[in-house]
């Protein structure tokens, strides 16, 4: 029996602490900027979200893109500037690792590390992530199959390590209209099939700011744990994601659309 394989338990929690609690009752709500541009933004966005009723502070100090020549994040001052936010609103943080050599500066500040779509084939990386022993958060590859989705959460729980969210966040397909195609039926199958609480990244799996909000309630509809949202306070300026990102405001609408869905599911935000 491979060890993501649902039993009798049903859904485990994995706890990061600071009241965040991943497969409870409570839909744990992930926000912040795509990318840590700079201590002002990052800081008021931290807050905002905070207020809003985010569980988690999302933000990438290390960010992997399609281009060279685009914007790779701030790397040891972004996280420095998360440890900041992190102290100043009391919600833990979940950023990106990209390679094994980061592992220990990352895992300094991050409350879980996240392994992203790029990476989730890296079986090194997925090794020695588990290896830390911190939770991680691991979203599905781009063009993987959910076969190839659960035996990289696999590469992580061999390790010991049973602290793991798998997250979902659209897949390449044939149609162009979105960024990527959101499989939201891969919430319920994999609820089926794993007790690894399930997550959802409507903005990378949309790529568009106006279908954020009801992809993040169908997701809740259709079982998830968590949803993961990118939220900037001025999304025409950002230097990367700008397409995808809610406004402060937009965020708190959503808050309370989620807040709506979940109150007649059985669940809370």
């Keep these: 029996m491979m060890k ?38 990052t800081l008021e966005i931290a807050a905002a979200v905070k207020e809003a009723g985010a569980s988690m502070l999302r933000g990438g100090a290390y960010k992997p893109r399609t281009s060279p020549y685009a914007f790779q994040g701030l790397h040891e001052e972004g996280l420095a500037i998360l440890a900041e936010a992190r102290e100043q609103t009391g919600l833990p943080v979940v950023t990106e690792v990209l390679e094994s050599a980061d592992l220990t500066k990352v895992s300094a500040v991050a409350d879980m590390l996240q392994i992203g779509s790029r990476n989730m084939h890296n079986s090194v990386l997925l090794q020695a992530a588990g290896r830390t022993g911190k939770p991680v958060f691991l979203k599905r590859g781009m063009s993987a199959r959910i076969e190839e989705f659960l035996l990289a959460a696999e590469y992580v729980l061999e ?10 966040r659209g897949i390449r397909t044939f149609e162009t209209a979105t960024r990527f195609t959101l499989d939201l039926s891969a919430i319920p199958l994999l609820k089926q099939r794993t007790w690894i609480p399930i997550a959802v990244d409507p903005s990378h799996g949309t790529g568009m700011t106006s279908l954020v909000p009801p992809m993040a309630c169908a997701a809740a509809v259709c079982g998830a744990d968590a949803v993961m949202v990118e939220v900037h306070g001025h999304p025409d300026k950002a230097l990367c994601d700008g397409d995808q990102s809610e406004t402060p405001e937009m965020f708190y609408r959503m808050i309370k659309e989620l807040q709506n869905i979940t109150r007649a599911i059985g669940r809370t935000v």
């Design 4 to 41: 993501f394989e649902k039993d009798d338990a049903g859904t485990r929690t994995v706890d990061i602490g600071r009241g965040c609690v991943f497969g409870g009752p409570r839909l744990v709500i992930i926000a912040g900027p795509c990318t840590v541009e700079d201590r002002v933004q």
């Design 159 to 168: 390790t010991g390590n049973k602290n793991i969210v798998m997250c979902e």
